[in-house]
């Protein structure tokens, strides 16, 4: 017998599988800091005046199968209707192959926006598929690597139509037959810039009324299902300069003619219905394309053909100039999060299915409308279109809300009109039996229903002639070799294999918190009850989604000390533009519309700038003091000078330096004082949950990271989730949709944004429970000064609070060595491929440092590797120094080295051994790049954004 009974409970085992260290490594980590607990270390951290702050309750966690027991009966309470509602979104089929070895894979889903190109290619060849598709389907001659969802594209066309239509007119004509989420995305993003939306019939526009817009938005099919022959309008619109933007849907575009052959100027949409789930709303892939002559003005990623130091074809990102974090107010858009993830499954779906396996889907689904279209007809009600796709609006022969009741009976969802209209659309999950459910709920009761069989005999397309595709598509040998699932399995994995993620090592991205995306987490997005609604169906139907939010809403309020929150925001930018949209309409509600002065540090992620230029704000900067801080003489003289005007200071907390400023209590104070709102941005929120809380100590509204506080994974560069929280008086202007209870002022296309993937960062909180998150953030702050003071002697760190510490990341400071060496910051981020790491932050926010972060999930050994991979790394620089490697034909200058590189003729001043093996650990475990250094000035010179001819690659 044992002393002491066995115990008849678990311990939350979650906490311990997602933070790294080990007890005992804490105690050497704390060691090295020279403090005896993570309290102490902590306190000497978080300035005085904001400790005490956080109000979120320490309580425990539940276990990993006790939280998906809890959320699968949440997810129970979802009803699973079969969709007919259309308006952008439809059910469809995900792979298997796609779901298990892409969706499910954590090689894809926890990979970095590919900025380190060499150990990016396999994520940048799937986007490059995805600009490719693009291209094909629309006629257009460059796309970008996508963007949020349907409606924020079509949003900024409008405002890329501004730039560069040759006409001045002040208004955006955009058709009444669009989506009406689209219209009510581009009335918010439309009102501070000034830009008057015109909605109507773009049939009743004449040549000479055309002259009062510079911009067109078009739908092609339009929301409630006709084909309209555009060629003729795009034609008069180019005569008075304006520009025309088509929303078009990718499928239908296998079977019409491209809006790129009727002259578009810009082509939008979704990409939702290749292979990507319903969701609630999303994440979605949303892809944008244009004319060649507009690539510079595009908003968004692009992804572009180069070469690397051998000479070899190598993909990298093109044209980063057009960015946020370097053009900041003047950017093309603030966007910085895209949707990779969802664009690679869009990608992979078109490489499965191939141009015959897509046309092939389409042709299915047009014939089924078109025999559903003539039993309809049969059962004496009538249609709108005479012309369509998949789509149609039936004028009911009885009420049409007789008709909603009888489908809803029946388990299905139709789009509601009017009282005389309903909207349905089919989809690629449609068969025979969906047809005759429909007519069994327009059939009167006793009424016959149609044969089907003899329909379809006799039964005709219903596309108009004049619009028929007759331009072949998805040509290239990527698209028409991986049909068999074994060949599909293979190319996704050889895929995977030339990047690095998470699940190969450690990503010390200092302000993007690559932490552990848990397997717990990530399950239940693929539950069918969570993946298979559809966001504008009737509430009743997801209750569970509905108490998902509340609960997840009520668990961020806890974390952050605000009083209400949004989950609307699908990116971080879109938080950061609904959080300044609150101050706006806050201060126009107190009769101060003049206000639109926004302070910015000029340490701010270039973001900040950026959405406040879209918010129609002025941007007034701040400068910084020589430790990285916010100058307060200066904050306060700004303010003092732009009282009247004053609406907003937009500050990073902890500091984009990563440091948490102790002046930050007064800097709220001086904006108050001054008739401003506090914007505190929540991207460093993971250093502060359990410890402070923003809501407390002085913001009025942050946004959130969902992908890197609370665990949501990148992806790749994207899904993510951007929330606000806001203080009481700023509550009544959260976003709003015609979904919800306040109708105005939508962000993006769906009530509740990417939906979806909510369940990740409830899972996380329900698992670590409040003593979890706390316990994180102190985690987090100690793995950061355990680097920072383990490499301290090697690389100075350039910013450190009053006590000489970190916050949640480090920056060290590579500019002396350039000067001793000419070794830039660029050969130690290469360098470090050779070691298998993911190089930290590059030249942000210092141009020539490194910013680490290493977050609370890696382990004490992975956190010595890596610094064990500086010190080599220093010691190389050194040997640079006192002319033992050449300056210029040295490890460090020649990094990445390939494995092609070893087979032939050395040519270096030092060994290959040297050169691929720097530390004999990584004899066990090597990572080998691709390619070789990309020459990132050829790639913007000779700039191709589409799949390349084979005889590239074979030449090569």
């Known amino acids: 017998m044992h002393n ?32 005896g607990s993570l309290q102490a270390l902590v306190d000497s951290v978080i300035p005085g005046s904001i400790k005490g702050t956080s109000v979120l309750e320490l309580s425990k966690g539940q276990g990993e199968a006790e939280a998906l027991a809890a959320l699968k009966a949440i997810a129970a309470k979802n009803q699973l209707f079969r969709n007919h509602i259309g308006q952008g979104y439809y059910p469809c089929h995900t792979p298997t192959p796609i779901l298990r070895n892409l969706l499910e894979n954590p090689a894809w889903y926890t990979a970095y926006t590919p900025y380190q190109p060499e150990i990016s290619q396999g994520r940048l060849e799937a986007l490059l598929n995805f600009q490719t598709l693009v291209c094909d389907l629309t006629g257009m001659q460059i796309a970008n690597a996508s963007l949020l969802d349907e409606a924020t594209a079509a949003a900024e066309a409008m405002t890329f139509c501004k730039r560069l239509a040759k006409s001045k007119a002040p208004a955006f004509f955009a058709s009444r037959h669009c989506h009406p989420q689209t219209l009510d995305v581009l ?59 088509v929303a078009a849907d990718l499928l239908a575009l296998t079977l019409l003619t491209p809006p790129g052959e009727f002259d578009a100027d810009v082509v939008l949409g979704s990409a939702q219905r290749f292979g ?43 044209m980063q100039t057009r960015e946020q974090h370097i053009r900041r107010e003047k950017a093309t858009s603030n966007i910085c999060t895209a949707q990779v993830l969802l664009a690679n499954i869009a990608s992979m779906y078109a490489v499965y299915h191939g141009p015959q396996g897509l046309a092939q889907i389409a042709q299915r689904v047009h014939r089924l409308t078109a025999v559903l279209v003539q039993g309809l007809l049969q059962l004496g009600h009538a249609v709108e279109q005479a012309h369509f796709f998949d789509t149609v609006s039936v004028v009911t022969a009885r009420p049409a809300a007789d008709v909603l ?129 559809h966001p504008f169906a009737p509430a009743e139907q997801s209750l569970g989604y509905r108490q998902l939010t509340d609960e997840l809403q009520a668990m961020l309020c806890e974390a952050t000390g605000y009083d209400a929150m949004s989950l609307q925001p699908n990116a971080g930018s879109q938080g950061e533009y609904a959080g300044l949209l609150a101050i706006r309409a806050y201060h126009a509600s107190r009769g101060e519309a003049g206000r639109d002065v926004c302070l910015i540090p000029s340490s701010a992620h270039g973001t900040n700038p950026a959405t406040a230029q879209m918010a129609g704000l002025r941007v007034v900067v701040v ?77 009025d509204v942050s946004h959130l990271n969902l992908h890197k506080t609370f665990c949501i994974p990148h992806g790749g560069g994207g899904p993510g989730v951007g929330p606000i929280g806001v203080k009481a008086h700023l509550a009544p202007f959260l976003p709003g949709h015609a979904h919800l209870e306040h109708k105005q002022g939508a962000v993006c296309a769906a009530p509740y944004g990417s939906a979806s993937i909510l369940p990740i960062t409830w899972m996380y909180i329900r698992m670590m429970g409040g003593e979890g998150l706390k316990r994180a953030s102190q985690l987090a702050i100690l793995s950061a000064n355990y680097i920072a003071r383990r490499l301290e002697e090697y690389y100075p760190v350039l910013y450190t609070g009053e006590n000489g510490l970190v916050a949640h990341e480090c920056i060290l400071d590579l500019r002396p060595l350039k000067d001793s060496s000419g070794i830039s910051v660029e050969d130690v981020a290469k360098r470090l491929i050779d070691f298998g ?30 610094c064990e991979a500086m010190i080599c790394i220093r010691e190389e620089i050194r040997a640079v120094e006192n002319g033992t490697f050449d300056a210029l034909d040295n490890p460090l200058k020649n990094a990445p ?59 090569a």
Not at 4 to 29: K, Q, V, W, Y
Not at 195 to 207: F, R, S, W, Y
Not at 283 to 304: E, W
Request: charged share 20%; with cysteine.
């Open 4 to 35: 002491a009974p066995f115990p008849l409970t678990t311990d939350n085992e979650f906490i311990a599988r997602h933070i790294g260290p080990r007890e005992h490594d804490i105690e050497a980590m704390l060691a090295l800091t020279g403090h």
């Open 187 to 245: 009335r918010t993003r439309a009102q501070p810039l000034g830009i008057e939306v015109v909605i109507g019939d773009e049939a009743a526009l004449e040549g000479q009324g055309l002259e009062a817009y510079f911009g067109l938005l078009l739908q092609y099919p339009a929301s409630t299902g006709a084909i309209a022959d555009h060629g003729a309008l795009v034609q008069r619109a180019h005569a008075v300069g304006a520009l025309v933007a």
């Open 276 to 318: 990507v789930p319903l969701g609630f709303g999303g994440p979605h892939a949303a892809y944008f394309a244009t004319r060649d002559a507009f690539k510079r003005d595009m908003p968004g990623r692009l992804v572009g053909v180069s070469i690397d130091r051998f000479g070899k074809p190598a993909l990298r990102l093109a």
């Open 405 to 533: 009741a009888a489908a809803q009976g029946a388990g299905l969802n139709l789009r509601p009109i009017d009282a005389q209209r309903v909207g349905l659309s089919l989809d690629e999950t449609c068969e025979q039996a969906s047809v005759e459910a429909l007519w069994q709920v327009f059939a009167a009761p006793g009424q016959s229903l149609p044969a089907f069989v003899a329909l379809a005999e006799g039964c005709g397309d219903c596309l108009p002639v004049q619009l028929l595709r007759e331009t072949p598509f998805l040509q290239h040998p990527v698209f028409n070799r991986y049909h068999s699932e074994t060949a599909l399995m293979r190319y996704l994995r050889s895929l995977a294999d030339k990047d690095l993620a998470l699940d190969r090592t450690m990503i010390a991205l200092g302000s993007c918190t690559m932490k552990l995306n848990a397997a717990s987490e990530m399950i239940p997005i693929t539950w069918p009850e969570f993946a298979n609604l």
């Open 623 to 699: 400068n910084c003091d020589e430790r990285g801080n916010v100058d307060v003489a200066d904050l306060q003289a700004k303010a003092e000078q732009h009282r009247a005007q004053l609406a907003a200071l937009m500050i990073t907390y902890p500091s984009t330096h990563g440091v948490f400023e102790e002046g930050i209590t007064r800097i709220c104070d001086i904006i108050h004082a001054h008739g401003g709102q506090v914007y505190l941005d929540g991207a460093n929120m993971n250093a502060m949950v359990g410890l402070c809380a923003p809501g407390k100590f002085g913001g």
């Open 837 to 866: 790491f993911h190089a930290p932050t590059m030249s942000f926010p210092v141009a020539g440092t490194l910013m680490v972060e290493p977050t609370e999930s890696e382990s004490k050994e992975e956190l010595d590797r890596f």
């Open 897 to 955: 080295h390939t494995a092609s590189e070893l087979v032939g003729e050395w040519p270096h001043r030092y060994g290959r051994e040297l050169a691929v093996y720097p530390l004999q650990t990584l004899r066990e475990n090597k990572y080998w790049p691709p390619v070789g250094r990309v020459d990132n000035v050829y790639g913007d010179r000779n700039l191709a954004c589409a799949c390349p001819p084979m005889s590239v690659y074979q030449d």
